[in-house]
């Protein structure tokens, strides 16, 4: 069976912050499937973005979900914050804090999907014993933090054991993909078993009137 085609989440990293409503309108309009939030802290990741106000500030300009990845530590103090904006899935990274367990269970409990995002060094065995907790995994082919950096080639064998782990579950869980996401490398991922694919520089390059076309070259 041919690999189905991915979901596309725009990262708005790459947008012009200076019109961001309009830029997310302009890939819901484009056929984005998610919004993607890059939240940084400048301290788990040497970058400062987007906190929980610009998401409740940008949440009516675009009615398909908000992606909302957080490169911050530690993660609970905001999570209700981050739902409260209108954030339908939180991405959390093992490292953020001490029990990973307990922050997927308090993003479900305020009703957002959980998801876990695995830097180029960590296993995919940290959520072996939770796979029934997660509803997102989110693999980086960077090292978070910025834009603009080239895949790695080294994650494709990650993204492949975790398609297998998530089919041995039976539950349809997003396997997502993040950094350096071209037409060329979505290939490889969505062939390893991504289902969901995040691009910055790809998606918002050439201005709006190129967005629509991006989106379908990432589609393959
Ligand atoms: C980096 C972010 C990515 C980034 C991807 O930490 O998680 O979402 O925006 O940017 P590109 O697609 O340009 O590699
Ligand atoms: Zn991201």
Redesign the pocket.
């Known amino acids: 069976m041919a690999p189905r085609a991915p979901l596309i989440a725009p ?1 708005i ?2 947008a012009d912050f200076a019109r961001l409503g309009e830029e997310v309108r302009a890939i819901a309009v484009a056929g984005a499937d998610w919004v ?1 939030v ?1 939240v ?1 802290d400048g301290h788990f ?1 040497p ?1 400062i973005t987007i906190g929980p106000d610009v998401v409740k500030a940008l949440r009516p300009h675009a009615a398909i979900p908000f992606d909302c ?1 957080l ?1 911050i530590a530690p993660a609970d103090p905001y999570i209700e914050a981050f739902v409260k904006a209108g954030a339908d899935y939180i991405s959390v990274h093992p490292e953020a804090g001490p029990h990973l367990n307990r922050t997927l269970k308090l993003i479900r409990s305020l009703g957002a999907k959980a998801g876990v995002v695995f830097n180029p060094s960590t296993d995919p065995s940290v959520i072996q014993w939770m796979m029934d907790e997660v509803d997102l995994i989110l693999v ?1 082919s ?8 080239s ?1 790695m080639t080294s994650q494709l064998a990650k993204i492949e054991r975790l398609r297998t782990m998530i089919d041995a579950t039976g539950r349809d869980i997003p396997l997502e993909v ?4 071209t037409p060329e490398t979505a290939r490889l991922c969505v062939a390893a078993g991504a289902t969901a694919l ?6 918002f390059r050439g201005g709006a009137e190129r967005y629509a076309a991006n989106i379908a070259a990432l589609r393959g």
């Open positions: 990262s990293l790459a993607h890059d940084m990741v970058n990845h490169m980086m960077i090292n978070p933090g910025f834009g603009g950096q895949f993040d950094g350096g996401v995040v691009a910055g520089t790809a998606v």
